[in-house]
């Protein structure tokens, strides 16, 4: 259901920094609007959590937009997108428009490829047990091999800014040598916080990496009736360490604004 929208900001959710990656395209080709961006930071990494889980904390996160008057909303997470959305979509089908990015990116990411070729999944252990990204991609090509790497460990590497730290290149090149033999077409980043670590894969494997984020910002665009805002402005919120989020997302987006801390405990009305 499209919901009619003025001057609302678009929200966008995650359990850390990594949503920051999908935000950063949706400026590129949508300067003009409001934004108010949820990291999740102290039910992070989601990647581990169950269904139930991801769907109470991520319900919360939307409550918390419907007050803040947002209508439409950018799941800024793979592993919500697989594993809440659908009931997401249904607890707040008469106040949200919300847009999944796994649903909405996979296609783009088998578009030019044929029958027979390879794609690899870089994602967290919740999406690649979810399956999702094969369901997706099967129902543009039921002929292309899909293998889904479980990357458990990254998204603490980008949160905690260990991009030089032997062990985690070392655990990086682990995950990439597994699936260089399969000779892949490319890989998908279907975490959030993988672009963060894009530069670091590509001196160890140079293959095309796709990120949904860049196709599901136009879908996003395409679809959205909210007018320009004539002062735009991004307001960012977290459940946790404001100053350890400004630090690990400034190596990929500059913060200059306040970080406001959200105790959802206590009356959201305060806020
Ligand atoms: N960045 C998120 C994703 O795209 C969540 C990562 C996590 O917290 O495990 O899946």
Redesign the pocket.
């Known amino acids: 259901m499209i919901i009619k929208s003025n001057t609302e900001p678009i929200g966008l959710l995650?359990?850390?920094v990594?949503?920051l990656s999908v935000l950063k395209e949706l400026y590129k080709i949508m300067p003009n609007k409001d934004y108010i961006f949820f990291g999740d930071t102290k039910n992070?990494?989601?990647?581990?959590?169950s269904p139930e889980q991801i769907f109470s904390f991520t319900k919360e996160i939307l409550e918390f937009f419907v007050q803040k008057k947002v209508k439409n909303v950018v799941i800024?997470?793979?592993?919500?997108?697989?594993l809440a959305y659908e009931q997401l979509k249904e607890c707040f089908y008469n106040k949200l428009n919300i847009f999944p990015?796994i649903q909405l990116g996979a296609k783009d990411a088998v578009s030019n490829l044929k029958d027979g070729d390879t794609i690899a999944v870089f994602?967290?252990r919740?999406?690649v047990n979810s399956k999702k990204y094969t369901q997706e991609i099967r129902k543009i090509n039921p002929k292309i091999n899909v293998i889904e790497t479980d990357c458990?460990g990254f998204?603490e590497i980008v949160e905690n800014r260990l991009y030089d730290d032997i062990h985690s290149i070392e655990f990086i090149k682990s995950k990439i040598d597994a699936v260089k033999k399969y000779n892949v077409k490319k890989i998908i980043l279907?975490?959030?916080?993988?672009p963060y670590l894009v530069n670091i894969f590509k001196k160890m494997y140079d293959v095309e990496y796709f990120n949904p984020a860049v196709f599901v910002a136009k879908a996003v665009k395409a679809q959205i009736d909210t007018p320009d805002s004539l002062n735009p402005n991004m307001s960012f919120f977290v459940s946790e360490n404001p100053q350890a989020f400004r630090l690990s997302a400034n190596v990929f987006f500059e913060i200059n604004t306040d970080i406001n801390l959200v105790d959802f405990s206590k009356n959201l009305s305060s806020i």
């Open positions: 995650d359990s850390g990594g949503g992070l990494p989601y990647g581990t959590k800024a997470c793979n592993t919500t997108s697989a990015l994602a967290t919740a999406t458990t998204v279907g975490c959030t916080h993988y």
